[in-house]
């Protein structure tokens, strides 16, 4: 049994995959088992439509599946946008028929959501391997400025050929990697919170994401260049992250203290040069700090934490509200969620106590194992380059005092335990601080 095969007995939405070249052609094939008596009608925009949408157009259409004319967002500041849902949902209310998604992150979620409103499932021909989203349950919407994630199924099958997904623009594939590379810190992340007993690890789903990973990830300059095969490694890593998501209904296994500061971001709406900064290329930024935070770690002396010091100066939940208020005052919705995340994982000193007793007398293995799973800060940084990913947080218009501001706040953002919490813990994160933005610095601030 294939990798695939045991990823689809565990999925709970996705039933069908399809990846390889050539394989737009078996779109019938895949409707017909999933769908049986249903007919289907293409959702693309103008690009995605003229690489793939007008093949699998016309396959539905000699195979008697079509059942009305494709709909294509022609705007060309197209993304997942509420107004541009309502559009869709528009068209597809009218139609008795099984949406065929043909495209990638925005066509994707915009399908997913309007799909599931409509109590219906429908299936996705991905034409980028740009983000592991594809196969994960729910859908990134922007709601009055806010994106949010809104749950919805994930498709209930999948077509990804890796021929018309090298061929996309670079920047795509340049994304969905800095999206992959993102599982190795997220997975330290969650060594890290087992250790503690906060989260285990459950092996089906680490494997999924973790088995072939750096496999995926070994060829940056080849998934540049448009390489079939490369493509077709990375398209496969995000989809079995996304596979992982859905067996675990969580994003535990693809996500970790990286891809909070994504989250932080799209809250803030960030924009370069009027347009959308791509979920790939903020986690890219996100996972330089954790790992930067998690080498930081690696080389810590944590045998001479103080614990009782530590437990002593851990602030009760009426000090960290009024911390996490003054953190985020001004920013109504970003405060908002702090205060919900932040209050899910608070413990009291006892519990601390407790955790740091633990993580002290298992880090002398743990870090071993923390440091054979990353890759070193300065691996990140010449893999995102060599791919054509942003390296540094100016390229995505986030400035270093930015960076600073938000690498405060992302201890708060999330119940999710990551190396931002058991760093805040230990009562070492004023010092991590200096390390990555005072003197010599990855970004040091004058």
Not at 200 to 217: E, G, K, Y
Not at 221 to 244: P, R, W
Not at 414 to 437: K, P
Request: one cysteine or more; a negative charge; hydrophobic letters at 40%.
């Amino acid at each position: 049994m294939t990798i695939i095969e045991k990823a689809l007995q565990r999925t709970t939405d996705t039933k069908a995959l399809f990846l390889g070249p050539g394989v737009i052609v078996k779109t019938a094939q895949m409707f017909r088992e999933l769908f049986p008596g249903k007919k289907g009608v293409v959702v693309a925009d103008t690009n995605t439509f003229r690489v793939a949408g007008e093949q699998v157009d016309s396959i539905l259409e000699e195979s008697g599946l079509k059942a009305a004319e494709p709909f294509i967002f022609d705007d060309p500041d197209l993304f997942a946008e509420w107004g541009f849902a309502c559009r869709l949902k528009d068209y597809l209310s009218g139609i008795d028929a099984i949406a065929v998604a043909v495209g990638s992150g925005v066509i994707n979620d915009l399908t997913k959501y309007v799909s599931y409103t409509l109590g219906r499932r429908y299936m996705i021909v991905g034409t980028a391997a740009s983000m592991d989203g594809y196969t994960a349950y729910g859908a990134s919407i922007s709601i009055d400025g806010n994106k949010q994630t809104l749950d919805c199924p994930a498709p209930k099958g999948m077509i990804l050929d890796p021929v018309i997904s090298a061929r996309a623009p670079k920047e795509l594939a340049a994304s969905g990697y800095a999206d992959l590379i993102a599982k190795i810190p997220a997975g330290a992340d969650w060594m890290i919170a087992e250790s503690i007993g906060v989260e285990p690890i459950d092996p089906f789903t680490w494997d999924l994401v973790q088995r072939n990973l750096r496999n995926a990830l070994s060829a940056p300059d080849k998934v540049k260049a448009g390489d079939v095969q490369a493509t077709e490694a990375l398209a496969e890593g995000l989809i079995m992250s996304g596979f992982a998501m859905q067996a675990l209904q969580s994003s535990r296994p693809a996500s970790g203290a990286e891809h909070q500061y994504s989250h932080f971001w799209d809250m803030d709406g960030l924009c370069i040069n009027g347009k959308h900064v791509s979920h790939g290329f903020k986690v890219g930024i996100g996972t330089l700090v954790s790992t930067a935070s998690l080498e930081f770690l690696i080389d810590y002396p944590v045998n001479t934490i103080d614990i009782e010091r530590a437990v002593s100066t851990w602030p009760d939940w009426d000090s960290m509200e009024r911390r996490i208020r003054m953190l985020f005052d001004g920013k109504p919705a970003h405060l908002a969620r702090a205060l919900k995340e932040t209050r899910d994982k608070y413990v009291g000193k006892d519990v601390l106590r407790t955790q740091l007793e633990t993580f002290i007398r298992v880090w002398p293995e743990l870090r071993e194992k923390v440091r054979l799973q990353i890759y070193s800060f300065d691996t990140v940084y010449d893999y995102l380059k060599r791919v054509g990913a942003p390296d540094e947080p100016e390229l995505i218009g986030i400035s270093r005092e930015r960076l600073r501001d938000t690498f405060r706040r992302i201890p708060y953002m999330r119940s999710r335990f990551t190396n931002a919490d058991i760093i805040r813990r230990l009562g070492i994160q004023d010092e991590l601080e200096n390390h990555l933005f005072g003197p010599g610095g990855h970004w040091e601030i004058a």
